[in-house]
């Protein structure tokens, strides 16, 4: 087996296997560039709801930082680093690992898990405290928790998929009978 190259998809480790279950069909690459906008998608509102809590609050209060406020300014560029942190252990997972290294796995599910909970604070906030200058909040905020349970539900959609399709691949039926579905 060759070693995995960065700029050549077609020898990263996840890659092969998600192939090898056949789950995605010819809609391989379709799957694989929806992720990666989702990603951008999904770092860019990061930023950008970053970016504009930490404009608008400098504004109200110049010293926020040992407030409520100057506390979800931070957290909000933790989710920002997260994000790519996320990014980097996604992808290198995806060339070398496959999903094989558990504490890879819980580091990218347990952060993701984190950054989605968050991002509630916000959205919970800009609708509580709504007002004309603020629409911007709500619309970052929105767009932010949205697409990160959309990236989310890519996620899990295809790793219940590879899971069927590899269990019913080793299952075996009964003598004569044909497997047709998962019992639990």
């Not at 604070?121 to 949205?146: E, G, H, K, M, Q």
């Not at 691949?169 to 497997?179: E, M």
Request: with cysteine.
């Amino acid at each position: 087996m060759s070693k995995p190259q960065l700029l050549q998809p077609k020898t990263w480790a996840f890659l092969k296997e998600i192939q090898d279950t056949g789950v995605l069909g010819k809609y391989d690459k379709a799957f694989y560039v929806a992720g990666t906008v989702m990603y951008g998608v999904t770092l860019a509102f990061y930023v950008l709801l970053a970016m504009w809590v930490d404009d608008k609050f400098t504004e109200k209060e110049p010293g926020h930082s040992n407030t409520v406020l100057g506390r979800q300014v931070k957290l909000l560029y933790v989710v920002v680093g997260l994000h790519v942190a996320i990014g980097l252990a996604v992808l290198y997972d995806a060339i070398h690992k496959a999903g094989k290294n558990i504490l890879l796995q819980t580091f990218i599910i347990g952060a993701g898990t984190f950054n989605t909970i968050y991002l509630i604070v916000p959205l919970t906030f800009s609708i509580l405290n709504f007002d004309s200058d603020d629409s911007l909040y709500f619309i970052y905020a929105l767009c932010s928790f949205a697409s990160a349970c959309i990236s989310n539900a890519m996620m899990l959609a295809l790793l219940f998929a590879i899971f069927h399709a590899k269990t019913v691949n080793t299952l075996s039926a009964p003598a004569g009978k044909k497997l047709k579905s998962l019992v639990f």
